[in-house]
């Protein structure tokens, strides 16, 4: 990095040290460099203004010009603020401070025109603006050097400190002169040409002091462009990496376990998404280069199958495989599927949990190390130092998003050449996260349900028609079939902290369904994070074999719990659950060939955003299309959870909005990585030393399954 660049902000002049901290407080900029990534996330074009006539509390921002009224402090205690007003050609706005007065009453001045940038409110029928920016016109016209405005984002604190968004802006002003000369090109000559032509400083001048619409259009697109494409570029070299250093196990063979079970032991046939699956997978794994595969499939697709037939081909090339999920009760489950589906066949399969009993724990370990277990299904135990594979072929890893990338990593210890990975999700994740999250993997989908399987329909329905549904359900028990009914639980996990609150909804909604489906007709069972495991485990297995008919539940049963006579789910509070987390309780029904349905009961109020998720629930039960929505309703850190992706970090390009972007910075690091695998050649030397920076930077360690 160029040495004024990494200099402190506090040495910034107008920062200083107070206003230094909380800079790196605040916006975690500690740095020249921090602040000039400090991107404007929006521009306000300064020559268009708004007539108060046309305001309305819909507008995001406003932008007026006119004169400044009389200030007066008005209320008591916690009420008083001080008001004033605005007044332009067409009418008046209210403008109200609750913070700040003093130092506002001697810098405002009253009976100046003024231009006042902000958020319109509506009270009482007038048009309120609370802490606008006031600039007096005559200064504004001054400093009239650009048209269009950046927006700079910032917080409270730093408002109060007068560090606002043009602040900030006038901080970028003092910077940019002083780094004249000291923003290198990290693309190469050809490169910055197809782009246009504009050089990394010309683009982040621009953008930071743009002179026109096209010219900052355009620099902004060379920035998005580059920050996407360095990000592609390293997960392309470290996939490259792999494939040429690491020489993955050569499974060559298919062999007696793998056809016997698919002659005879397999129930149904494989789907055509299923077969192409496996084709892919038995492919990579004799490439003689290490898997890192992604299947992404839909609830209900049939993952486990595909992984199952995976470690058949380990089993039959001499190799150990461990299948590893999330939660116990996934495991247990997957333990209990791939025990039925090879009961009779010479393939040994254990279950390795944290509730493993120390003995037989102990005669797993063993067994493992000399090989006589063939299928491991297990927890995050399975990651433990002290299990050892005598050869340890393949992991499969299970709705692999709520495994960390560090967990991921740690299974390369268990063996000297690293083991075939196989990496399943049931939440599909949007192309554009998978590009950048795993741009290192390959991918398969499968995209097709087994036959018979009839769409889940889906409806909403408020808790005021909660007595219809009641009887709705009356006629599907009556038909035989079982139902869920799941109680929102935010902290879902942790029984500690399942709140008091949420357990009390759950327990309520227990007994008024217990009274209204009453012994001896029915039962009814409930399941949640605070029972202890073993009675929770024992209503599980009550449920599944159908002796109960209804399951009150908290989302533990979220994710792939299998039980196919179960066909109506009953969401309560659906307003509190996000897309992803509705999507994968739906898909807990419509496993068998009954109708099925899904009822999303809600509070007759609804917000906007909840109302957006109730509705593409009832739209589509398209996984990816769902997955789309989310994305753009909750943005890419929300959903991945930022901290345990391994997303990286983005300055100014959008996932959800520069989709295009990010496919062209694709296929260009793609081509360039073809063309010049290290970056030797002269012209790509700025590349080579921008990418090499990078890596010292931040090393993408967890990116290596
Ligand atoms: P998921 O992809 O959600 O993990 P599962 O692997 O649990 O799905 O499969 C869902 C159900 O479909 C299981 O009961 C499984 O036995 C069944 N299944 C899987 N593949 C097929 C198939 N090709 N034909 C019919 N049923 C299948
Ligand atoms: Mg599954």
């Known amino acids: 990095m160029q040495e004024v660049l990494a200099t402190p902000i506090e040495f910034l002049k107008g920062v200083g040290p107070q206003r230094g901290a909380l800079l790196r407080s605040e916006l975690n900029i500690a740095t020249y460099l921090d602040l000039l990534q400090h991107f404007p996330f929006r521009y306000v074009d300064r020559s268009r203004f708004h007539r108060i006539t046309e305001l309305s509390e819909d507008l995001p921002q406003a932008q007026l010009r006119g004169i400044l009224g009389p200030l007066h402090m008005i209320g008591e205690k916690q009420g008083r603020r001080m008001v004033s007003t605005l007044t332009d050609a067409t009418g008046s706005v209210d403008l109200v401070w609750f913070k700040g007065a003093r130092w506002l009453q001697s810098s405002l001045k009253p009976g100046q025109e003024y231009i006042l940038f902000g958020k319109p409110n509506a009270f009482k029928g007038r048009i309120n603006f609370p802490h606008p920016e006031l600039e007096l016109a005559a200064t504004w016209e001054q400093g009239l050097d650009a048209a269009l405005q950046p927006v700079y984002s910032t917080t409270e604190k730093l408002t109060a400190k007068g560090?606002?968004?043009?602040?900030?802006?006038?901080?970028?002003?003092?910077?940019?002169?002083?780094?004249?000369?000291?923003l290198p090109e990290v693309l190469s000559t050809e490169l910055v040409d197809w782009l246009g032509g504009v050089s990394r400083e010309q683009a982040i001048r621009q953008v930071h002091?743009?002179?026109?619409?096209?010219?900052?259009?355009?620099?902004?697109?060379?920035?998005?462009?580059?920050?996407?494409?360095?990000?592609?570029?390293?997960?392309?070299?470290?996939?490259?990496?792999?494939?040429?250093?690491?020489?993955?196990?050569?499974?060559?063979?298919?062999?007696?376990?793998?056809?016997?079970?698919?002659?005879?032991?397999?129930?149904?046939?494989?789907?055509?998404?299923q077969k192409r699956v496996v084709k892919e997978i038995r492919k990579d794994m004799g490439s003689g280069h290490q898997m890192n595969r992604l299947v992404q499939g839909d609830v209900g697709s049939g993952k486990t199958l595909v992984g199952l037939l995976s470690m058949l081909i380990a089993l039959d090339n001499g190799f150990q495989s461990a299948l590893m999920a999330p939660t116990e009760i996934l495991a247990q489950q997957h333990f209990a599927t791939i025990s039925r589906f090879v009961e009779g066949l010479p393939i040994e399969v254990r279950l390795l949990t944290g509730n493993t009993k120390q003995a037989e724990r102990k005669s797993i370990l063993t067994a493992l190390a000399q090989g006589a277990i063939h299928i491991v299904v297990g927890t995050h135990a399975l990651l433990e130092d002290r299990v050892v594979f005598q050869r340890l072929g393949l992991v499969v890893i299970d709705e692999q998003h709520r495994f960390g990338v560090a967990q991921r990593a740690r299974l390369w210890t268990k063996s000297t050449v690293p083991p075939h990975v196989l990496v399943m999700t049931a939440t599909p994740i949007p192309r554009t996260l998978a590009m950048t999250l795993y741009g290192d993997l390959d991918t398969?989908?499968?995209?097709?349900?087994?036959?018979?399987?009839?769409?889940?329909?889906?409806?909403?329905?408020?808790?005021?028609?909660?007595?219809?549904?009641?009887?709705?359900?009356e006629e599907e028990i009556a038909k035989g079939r079982q139902v869920y009914v799941v109680y929102p639980l935010i902290e879902e996990g942790d029984p500690e902290k399942m709140m008091g609150k949420e357990l009390k909804d759950l327990t309520d909604g227990f007994e008024s369904i217990s009274r209204r489906f009453p012994l001896p007709k029915y039962a009814v069972s409930m399941v949640h994070g605070r029972m202890d495991q073993a009675t929770k485990d024992y209503e599980m297995a009550r449920f599944k074999k159908g002796g109960t008919n209804i399951l009150v539940a908290t989302t533990v049963i979220e994710v792939g719990v299998d039980v196919p006579n179960a066909s109506v789910m009953v969401i309560e509070n659906a307003e509190r659950f996000g897309l992803s987390q509705l999507h994968q309780l739906r898909g807990r029904v419509g496993r068998g060939a009954e109708q099925s349905y899904c009822i999303l009961m809600t509070d007759d109020k609804l917000g906007n955003d909840a109302r957006a998720r109730i509705e593409t629930m009832v739209r589509t039960n398209d996984g990816f299309e769902i997955a789309e929505t989310d994305l753009r309703l909750r943005g890419p850190g929300d959903l991945m959870g930022t901290q345990q992706s391994g997303l990286p970090e983005l300055h100014i390009a959008d996932l959800v909005a520069d989709v295009h972007v990010l496919q062209q910075a694709r296929q260009v690091a793609m081509r360039l990585l073809d063309m010049d695998p290290e970056l030797k050649d002269p012209k790509h030397a700025p590349m080579r030393s921008a990418l090499a920076e990078r890596k010292r930077g931040k090393p993408l360690w967890g990116r290596i399954s």
């Open 163 to 182: 560090l606002s968004s043009r602040a900030i802006w006038k901080l970028m002003k003092t910077l940019l002169p002083q780094l004249e000369g000291q």
């Open 209 to 273: 002091a743009p002179q026109d619409q096209a010219r900052l259009d355009a620099a902004l697109h060379r920035l998005k462009f580059e920050e996407l494409f360095f990000i592609q570029l390293q997960l392309l070299e470290q996939k490259l990496l792999l494939q040429q250093s690491l020489r993955g196990n050569v499974f060559t063979t298919v062999g007696d376990h793998f056809n016997r079970f698919y002659q005879e032991h397999l129930p149904f046939e494989l789907t055509g998404a």
């Open 444 to 473: 398969s989908v499968i995209d097709e349900l087994p036959p018979g399987r009839k769409p889940i329909r889906t409806v909403h329905r408020f808790d005021s028609s909660r007595n219809a549904v009641f009887g709705f359900l």
